[in-house]
């Protein structure tokens, strides 16, 4: 009975000192593996209209750092990046750092580095390099941070909220330049979700309706990329018992079987599907067109 008595107090005493080192990780700051990607934001140029045209007028997400979170390949899409599949969203998410390069008394940034990524206080902190060299006159540039995790590597870490350090290095050294010392600062990125940069789809233009065979109208419109379309047809201007094509791919479809001799109005709309929400747009125009 004492030896199961030691051996219970053991095992707990053991249970302690491992927790006690997991929290002494977490405080010091736990490394996690990660794959950065950095590029200029000419690289994705969707992101950025996205942005402006969610934010238009609030120069504060064109002036100071912010960040999204990616988790889902329709949202990845959306925002124009192309590089993931959808199955690596299933294990896999990505951080994405829009950080701001920029002058300081006429230096000019040259490069960022991701010098690591740790987890502090349930925290995501990320590091930088950020060289720079005098030149006149001074450029401003935006890049784009991606940043690659496994999902199982940040469960439970609360990743709206975000530091970044970044360490700014003098590249060159001349004379008769201003010396400005090597640096670091601390930046809490700006959180910006994802989801709510969704724009509902604009409305279908220029629908125009043909015959090609007997009893049946080809309709085409004006196509608005990375959509799907709707279209309804109906012998009544009010498009009462209407019937209904859904999932169209492209900006065309033929409608089939039609009763020979009876005037058809149409009309189309555009939808996204994000997640398990649709996003519909508004209804075209009727287009009118009798069958012969």
Known sequence: MKKVFNLIFILIMLAIFIMSLAMISTAEGKTISYKSTIAKNTKYPTLSECIENKYQGKEFYFY???????????????????????????????IVNYIRGG???????????????????????????????PVNPAVVEYGVDVIELKKSGVKGVDLTKQKVTIRTVQLTSRPEDEQIPDSYYTNGLTYVDAEKLIEKPSKVEKVKVKQTKKKQLKVTWKNI??????????????????????????????????????????????YLKIRDKTYVGKWSKKAVKKVG
């Open 64 to 94: 100071k750092n912010f960040y999204l979170i990616l988790d889902n390949y329709d949202i990845y899409k959306y925002l124009g990046f192309n590089d993931k599949s959808k199955s690596f969203f299933k294990d896999n998410l990505l």
């Open 103 to 133: 002058s300081v008394r006429g230096y000019i940034g040259i490069k960022y580095k991701n010098t690591g990524v740790t987890i502090k206080n349930g925290v995501i902190n990320v590091s930088y390099t950020y060289t720079r060299e």
């Open 225 to 270: 990329k990375g959509v799907k379309y709707e279209v309804k047809y109906s012998l009544k201007k009010s498009m009462k018992k209407a019937k209904t094509k859904k999932n169209i791919k492209n900006n065309k479809v033929t409608l089939k079987k039609l009763g020979s001799g009876k005037k058809y109005y149409i009309k189309v709309r555009a």
